[in-house]
């Protein structure tokens, strides 16, 4: 298997998700991730880093 690591910045929150951008690679989409699987302490500019099928905040802004 092959997990790749990806590090986001949280750009606003939708009620229960999180409109999540890629920051370590070039992309414009945004990512819509349910808040419960986020860390509960993020705030909007918050960096995370997705690996191994799991958020960790890096962090707060």
Partial sequence: MNFETMIFCIESFDGDYANLKRI??????????????????IVEGSKLKYEMMQYELLEQQ
């Fill in 24 to 41: 370590d690679a070039e992309s414009d989409d945004l990512k819509l991730v349910a808040r419960a699987l986020l860390p509960p302490e």
